[in-house]
């Protein structure tokens, strides 16, 4: 073989190679990505389309059915899974693997454009996502607060904190979770609404007409331009109480006359709570060739320099980090070479009671591992606990190799060839078979079925802090 002809008969070309190698490696280790599991993009595109204030019937049928009898004749269409609740609905369309995510997503947007007209006006545009591994929350932050309520955290969280955290290196974007926005809440009386023969729709279009911010063009003098605006007169309950929706006998009906007015959130039916505590969640999402754990740590750098500002009684503290897995991952992977260099050193000193054979299996496990992480550079890989497995299980037969090698050189010593001749052709005696046996390990990986490993449920109602999602789990064939 040449490469191991060129080693034996120039064994500096060999060192320098070899301590390239590590340098290459080293330089590529510092610049891949560490994740959870692999970045991957499944073939899913979702719909959601929001309709305040419709039940889940009503969703239903006006908009969750129309939609799926437009896309139900998209090529590629594995399974359609869809959910209706109160005000949203949602619509999951897995395509086989086999059919481009992106021609997938433009069709369904196709589809989708044609049925708009059909929905009803008060409901929002449908939007339209293809799924994105990347996505995922790796780090949840609660805040906590013992003088504000929900609405006021979500608020103060809004403000002061999501900005922060999102100039981070690394950083996609920050997401809240658990909170409730503020809304201005009118609850219509009906039967004063009937007695002064007034509908819903009369309230809504004196809302809609009145409580509005226009500009109103500019006003200029000689020497000086003014830009001038229509301010929105109603900002308080107070003002919105005193709206006149309507007149009746020379006396004009007013909005307090059939409705109660209140500053609240804007859905009050659900809440997050931990450890019976009112709390808010402060997600970190990162970009998608970040450092997870980079990203965690300037994360929870930037909550500890925030904690002593927060205003008294509110608390914000780690409350779920992916990257433990990672950080434990790569621990194992470190006691693993460690254990199985220890091992492979004494093994082959005991047996062949060599100090200068025992170097070259010492020596061929480092530069192997350390050069891998160059080709996990250039093919766009990221250390995750697959590749972590793939090297731990790697390291046997790099052990393996090297003692197989080693064994038939110092066979052909034994028998009385110079040490430079069976270097030689000792290699060369055996590399073909070396190689042989990586090749038939890897074309049998596909067919062995205890590695078939299936996804399964990764589906959440509402996404939540104090729920992270199932990973995928070993099934019997």
């Keep these: 073989m040449i490469l191991s002809d060129v080693s034996v008969t120039r064994p500096v070309f060999a060192s320098v190679l070899s301590l390239l190698l590590i340098v290459f490696g080293i330089m590529s280790f510092s610049k891949l990505a560490l994740r959870e599991y692999p970045d991957i993009d499944p073939p899913v595109v979702s719909i959601t389309t929001s ?25 590629g269409i594995k399974f359609i ?4 609740t109160d005000g949203q609905s949602r619509i999951d ?15 369904i947007r196709d589809r989708v454009s044609g049925v708009v007209d059909d929905l009803p006006e008060e409901a929002d545009p449908p939007d339209i996502q293809k799924a994105d591994s990347s996505d995922d929350v790796i780090l949840w932050l609660n805040l906590s ?35 409730l926005e503020y809304a201005m809440r009118v609850w219509l009386d009906r039967n004063k609404m009937a007695a002064r023969g007034l509908t819903v729709t009369d309230i809504e279009t004196a809302l809609r007409s009145e409580n509005v911010e226009l500009p109103a063009g500019s006003i200029e003098s000689v020497e000086t331009q003014f830009t001038a605006r229509i301010q929105r007169g109603y900002k308080t309950p107070e003002d919105f109480e005193n709206l006149v929706i309507g007149q009746q006998d020379n006396y004009l009906i007013r909005l307090s006359d059939v409705a109660r007015i209140e500053k609240a959130a804007v859905e009050s039916r659900t809440f997050f709570r931990g450890n019976s505590v009112p709390m808010v969640g402060i997600g970190i999402i990162k970009q998608s060739k970040a450092n997870t754990i980079s990203v965690v740590e300037g994360a929870i750098d930037m909550a500890e320099r925030i904690a002593p500002d927060l205003p008294e009684g509110m608390r914000i503290f780690s409350s779920y980090d992916t990257s433990v897995f990672i950080r434990n991952a790569i621990s194992e992977v470190y006691k693993t070479l460690f254990i199985a260099m220890m ?34 550079y250039v093919f766009g890989f990221s250390i995750n606990l697959l590749t972590l497995l793939a090297l731990v299980l790697a390291i046997g037969l790099v052990v393996d190799d090297a003692i197989v090698v080693l064994e038939n050189i110092s066979r052909r010593i034994e028998k009385g060839e110079q040490p430079l001749s069976a ?18 390990l890897l074309l049998s990986l596909p067919r062995l079925p205890f590695l078939r490993v299936t996804w399964v449920g990764y589906s959440q109602s509402s996404p939540s802090p104090w729920s992270p999602p199932s990973p995928f789990r070993l099934l019997s064939p």
């Excluded at 899974?81 to 209706?84: L, T, V």
């Excluded at 999102?166 to 909170?179: E, K, Q």
């Excluded at 270097?423 to 038939?440: K, L, M």
């Design 51 to 75: 309709y305040q204030g419709a039940s889940a019937n009503i969703v239903e049928t006006r908009i969750t059915e129309i939609i799926e009898d437009r896309i139900s004749g998209v090529e």
């Design 81 to 84: 899974s869809s959910s209706s």
């Design 145 to 179: 607060s013992d003088e504000m309520n929900t609405i006021e955290l979500t608020d103060y969280a809004s403000r002061y904190l999501e900005d922060r955290f999102s100039i981070l290196p690394g950083v996609a974007r920050v997401r809240i979770g658990g909170g």
């Design 343 to 376: 091992l492979v050193v004494t093994v082959i000193y005991l047996f062949l009671g060599s100090f200068r054979a025992m170097l070259v299996p010492a020596v061929t496990v480092p530069v192997s591992l350390i050069a891998t992480f160059t080709l996990l």
């Design 423 to 440: 270097a030689y052709n000792g290699t060369r005696q055996v590399s073909f078979a070396v190689i042989a046996t990586h090749w038939c």
């Design 93 to 107: 369309i897995e395509f086989i693997v086999e059919r481009d995510i992106e021609a997938a997503t433009n069709d």
